[in-house]
Each structure stands twice: as structure tokens, then as C-alpha cells.
């Protein structure tokens, strides 16, 4: 694969641009960004026997069940009273602060404030700033009581020791950064500028040599030049949010080889293998990075020292809030019509299936068993017969009466924890797998109706309360090529859309089952059945028109299954490639993490 790699290098100046190719839409032309290439070091030797002893220990993790120390302070009713009055006090002091004027009022604000500014501030740096920083970040600011730790290795660890470790955690904050950037993923700004500042730096140069800063820009805009304007809190409003233009399509060829997905020109550039150079990371610089990461994770004076920096920090808050606790409730007092329930929060790793809670279900199971008791909503897997709503409950001798929280037994208790066996279990309504194809799948007999519509619920909740926004998960499993279609055509055909809400697509590493279930042959054949519609769709989107609409509204990939597993397998250059995977085994987590990032990456380099 590398001396492919080295070829495909070696023919940059081959690759000429035939006069047809001026009617194509500007996003076919390939980036000139280039994955920067592993180079191989002394380390690296030591790198992988590190990582292979760490890959080599069999540990078991026994985890402690035990409730949480939760701590409800009772006050006296003299207490109470007492705190309210100074509470009070100081939201007056506060109110007098800005609306006084004249010299008294000035003076007593700069007297204030001489103890709450840093005294390390110099006036350059205070020069430096902008009027409207220094106005927000100090004149606004209450009195707080500051805390100020002096003297030497206030880290508390020795020097040495402390460049050591940030050495580290810089690399680690490097590699991440190399790898967000080339697939087109935003990386925090001032994380960034810190980096930026080390780059020159003997010990951290090589590391992200080979992209460049283009790659954070977003519709044209610069990262660091991005405003909230450019990101409005409300999208503007649509009537139908699918009913949008599908764009012509490019002409190009689309071929995936040893589980990696090029792009060509055309069918001539099939046959002479001479893909566009849409970059990405290579196994060998994969590997390299990975077993960095082992080394770093092993580190035991690192991990002390991330622990004691932790520990250190979540000491100065506790100890900030005990000095400051009546200032920081009398100034979140003053700040007018914000409260914890209307701030914008998103709700992250929920899957679609569990997005409502146990008693809309059981609601809306009983509402359907009365109005859509007649209903054909499957077929009977033995006699092939079609049976309504009615004829299932029957079949399970059950009746909408006896249905209640306790028997439908959805809900994810501490036995889940650590147990994905029960974990899956609490997925099907009243244990019956049929139920839980009836009311929460996408493509069944009914083709996702019932599931639309208790979606369309829980996100008419979401858009009354406002400031609540989810990012809901749905599955698709590389079994075959038409998942992409049938759950874009069921989310276009039942209108599940809100402005509050945005998909993650999981993808569960299930290709063991897949394999002795004679689904498929190869590993490869998941990755063809994943990506091949992606790039189709990207390559023509009238080609998959439901599919296109659909992922505008999907914001990113996860790999999920269950992480108890002990792997036996490990992922080096001597892994079969994914054409060549054809026993039954599962591969690694790391195996699935490279070639869904290879991939993903080369489809944003292609979509831009």
C-alpha cells in the first residue's frame, strides 16, 4: 500500500485537467492538502513495544456499585434569613454601581475594584486589550475575593518533571489537531492559537508539517474570524425544510480499493489507477500516532500530574465558591430573564429509539391500540399471515388496561451499567422484540410510521420549550446498500424535522454477526455498503435526491458497540486488509476506527 501511496506521488504532475472539466461544480477539484507522512524514528521501536505490552495485559475492571454522595445542606431558618439579607445587600450594592454618577460614585468604583483586578496585569498587556474586553471582563465583574499562589513549583511538581508532562500533553493536543484539521472538524480557537505559539519549537517540529490553516475555514470563512452572526441561535424558518434544490451533478468514477474509497477522473483513470489526491492518513503514520498515544496513557508520571492538576483545580473552585457563594447568587440574580431553563442546552448521545421517556411510550402505545386497533402493522414470521394492532396484543394475551411503566420495563436502571446484554434488553417494550419493531424501528412493515410520529411528539416538545435542542442517533448497520435510502425516505416521508434537533449516525461494529449469518464476505463489503452511497450521493446528488436532503441535517459518525469485549486481535501493518478480512472473528476497535476516519475524510475533502 505504501509503495502505491509512493506512486500516486510521483504522478502529481500527470494529472492534467481536460478542457471539459471547466462546466464541473468547483468541489470536484482536489484540495492541495497533503497528510503529512510518518516519518520513522529511534522512538518508534520503543513506541511499539510499549504499546504491545500494553495491548498484551489482561486486566479486568470490577466495577463498584454504590450511590453517589450526594450531600443536601439543611440551614436554620436564622441562617436562611441571614443569607437572603446580605444576598440583598449586595444586589442593591451591585444595582448603585451602575446607575450612580459623579465623582463620589467613581471614586468608590475605583476603590472597589483595586482588589479585584490582578495585580500581575501589566499596562501593556491592559493596553493590549480593547476597551470593550477590559469593560466586560473587569467593570462588570463582581468583587470577588482572589486567590494568589506564590512561590516556586506552585505546580506542585519539579520542573523537570512539569516540562515533561506539558511536552506531552502537547503532542497529544498536536495530534488531535492534525487529525481534526485534515477531516475538516473545527478545533477550539484558543487551544489552537496556544499551538500555534509552539510550532517553531525543536521538540514539536514535524508534527502538523504538510496542512495547512486553510482547512479550518468553513463556507469561506476563517475559523478565527467566524462570528455568532455567522451562526445564528434561530435558523431562518421553512415551510417544508426538504423542499430544497437538488444540484447537478460531476462526472467521475468511484472505486473503493483495500478499504479506502478514491475518486477518478474518469473510467481511463480506473484502468491506469490514478485516483485525485483527496489526502488522508496513511496506516503506517496511523499506527505511529497510536502507539504514541499508548505511551502517553502509560506515563505514570503524566497521569500523576494530570491528576494532581485536576485535583488541584477542582480545589481552587470549591474554595472560590466557599469565599464568594452570597457575590455569585447575588450576581446571577442581576442577570435579567436567564435561569437554567432558558439557556440553550443539547442533549447528546441519546439514541432515536429512546429519545422519549417511559411514559410517553406507554401513552402513546395506548393511544394507538385505541384509535389503530385495526391497523396491519406486520407479518407473522411463522405463517406469513398479516396481523393488525389488535391481533399482536392478542397473540401476547394482553390488553392496553394491563400496560403500565412497571410491565413495559424501558427504563435504564443501575443493572444496565456495565451489562450491554440487559442494556439492549430495555430496548424492547414489555420484552417482546415485536413490539419494539412495531413502535420504534424505521424500516419495518409499516415502514417507520408509528416511530415517526412519537418522534414528531418528543420534537414538538423540544420546539415549546425553546432553549432545549437534541442531537438524536440513528443507526445504519453495513448490511446492505440501500440503509442510506430507506432511512432518508423514511425521515422525508413522515416530515421528521425540527429546528431543534440534528442527527448522529452510529454505526455498530457487528461485523462478527454479519459474517456467521453469511450476510456479507468481507469487512470491505460494510465499508462498500457505508461510504459508497455517501460518495455517490456527493458525486450526483439526483442520484439519491431523498438522501441528499436528509444529510444536511446530520452533523457527524460514531462507532459504537460493546466496549466490555476483550479484543484479541491487534491492528498493525501486518493486518489482513479489509478485502482480505474474511474470518469470523471481529476486528479491532482501532481497525474500524481507521478506516471509518480514512474514509470520512476523504468524503469531506470530497464534498467541499
Not at 206 to 233: A, L, N, Q, W
Not at 266 to 280: I, M, Q, R, S
Not at 496 to 507: A, E, K, L, P
Amino acid at each position: 500500500m505504501a509503495e502505491r501511496s509512493e506512486r500516486m506521488d510521483g504522478r502529481d504532475d500527470d494529472l492534467k485537467r481536460p478542457a471539459q472539466d471547466e462546466i464541473l461544480s468547483p468541489t470536484f477539484a482536489p484540495t492541495k492538502l497533503k497528510f503529512p507522512n510518518h516519518i520513522h524514528t529511534e522512538m518508534d521501536e520503543k513506541f511499539q513495544q510499549l504499546a504491545d505490552t500494553i495491548l498484551s495485559r489482561s486486566t479486568e475492571i470490577i466495577g463498584k456499585e454504590g450511590s453517589a454522595p450526594y450531600e443536601i445542606p439543611e440551614y436554620p431558618i436564622v441562617e436562611n434569613e441571614r443569607k437572603f439579607y446580605f444576598e440583598k445587600q449586595l444586589s442593591s450594592r451591585n444595582r448603585s454601581r451602575f446607575f450612580n454618577t459623579g465623582d463620589q460614585a467613581s471614586a468608590d468604583h475605583e476603590r472597589n475594584n483595586s482588589v479585584g483586578k490582578p495585580s500581575a496585569m501589566d499596562s501593556e498587556s491592559y493596553q493590549r486589550m480593547s476597551s470593550t474586553d477590559v469593560y466586560d471582563e473587569y467593570d462588570l465583574a463582581p468583587d470577588f475575593q482572589r486567590i494568589y499562589i506564590a512561590g516556586q513549583e506552585i505546580s506542585g511538581v519539579p520542573l523537570h518533571d512539569l516540562k515533561e508532562a506539558s511536552k506531552s500533553l502537547v503532542q497529544a493536543l498536536m495530534i488531535r489537531e492534525k487529525y481534526m484539521a485534515m477531516s475538516h472538524q473545527s478545533f477550539p480557537k484558543i487551544t489552537a492559537r496556544f499551538l500555534q505559539n509552539l510550532e517553531d519549537n525543536e521538540e514539536f517540529q514535524g508534527m502538523k508539517e504538510g496542512f495547512g490553516k486553510g482547512s479550518t475555514d468553513v463556507d469561506g470563512i476563517p475559523y478565527f474570524d467566524r462570528r455568532v452572526s455567522d451562526h445564528p441561535f434561530h435558523p431562518p424558518k421553512k415551510e417544508d425544510p426538504f423542499d430544497i434544490e437538488v444540484p447537478m451533478g460531476v462526472e467521475c468514477s468511484l472505486k473503493m480499493v483495500q478499504g479506502l474509497m478514491y475518486v477518478y477522473e474518469n473510467e481511463e483513470a480506473v484502468k491506469n489507477n490514478t485516483p485525485l489526491e483527496l489526502p488522508y492518513v496513511q496506516p503506517k503514520t496511523f499506527l505511529a500516532d497510536q502507539n504514541i498515544m499508548y505511551a502517553l496513557i502509560s506515563d505514570g508520571p503524566l497521569k500523576s500530574f494530570c491528576y494532581r492538576r485536576l485535583s488541584y483545580l477542582s480545589s481552587k473552585y470549591q474554595l472560590h465558591t466557599l469565599m464568594n457563594e452570597l457575590k455569585e447568587s447575588a450576581a446571577q440574580k442581576e442577570v435579567p430573564h436567564r435561569d437554567f431553563y432558558n439557556i440553550r442546552k443539547v442533549d447528546t448521545h441519546v439514541h432515536a429509539s429512546s429519545c422519549m421517556n417511559q411514559k410517553h411510550l406507554l401513552r402513546f402505545i395506548k393511544k394507538k391500540m385505541k384509535t389503530c386497533s385495526d391497523e396491519v402493522v406486520c407479518k407473522d414470521k411463522k405463517s406469513g399471515k398479516e396481523m393488525t394492532l389488535a391481533e399482536v396484543f392478542d397473540s401476547m394475551a394482553l390488553k392496553p388496561y394491563d400496560l403500565s411503566v412497571d410491565k413495559l420495563d424501558v427504563h435504564a436502571d443501575r443493572n444496565t451499567f456495565h451489562r450491554f446484554d440487559k442494556f439492549n434488553a430495555k430496548y424492547n417494550p414489555i420484552g417482546e422484540s415485536r413490539l419494539r419493531e412495531i413502535f420504534i424501528k424505521t424500516d419495518n412493515y409499516i415502514n417507520g410510521k408509528y416511530f415517526g410520529h412519537v418522534i414528531k411528539e418528543v420534537m414538538e416538545d423540544l420546539g415549546e420549550s425553546k432553549y432545549q435542542n437534541a442531537e438524536y442517533r440513528l443507526s445504519i448497520y453495513g448490511r446492505s446498500r440501500d440503509e442510506w435510502d430507506k432511512l432518508a425516505y423514511w425521515a422525508i416521508e413522515n416530515k421528521i424535522y425540527s429546528d431543534n434537533v440534528r442527527w448522529m449516525i452510529q454505526i455498530p461494529r457487528l461485523y462478527d454477526i454479519y459474517k456467521s449469518a453469511k450476510i456479507v464476505k468481507n469487512f470491505q463489503e460494510i465499508l462498500e455498503n457505508i461510504f459508497m452511497p455517501l460518495f455517490e450521493v456527493t458525486r450526483n446528488p439526483q442520484s439519491h435526491p431523498e438522501l441528499h436532503k436528509f444529510l444536511i441535517y446530520v452533523s457527524g459518525f460514531d462507532s459504537v458497540d460493546d466496549e466490555s469485549k476483550t479484543e484479541h486481535i491487534k491492528f498493525d501493518l501486518e493486518t489482513p486488509l479489509p478485502e482480505d478480512w474474511c474470518q469470523d472473528e471481529n476486528p479491532p476497535y482501532s481497525y474500524y476506527l481507521y478506516y471509518m476516519y480514512a474514509n470520512i475524510t476523504v468524503l469531506n475533502q470530497f464534498r467541499r
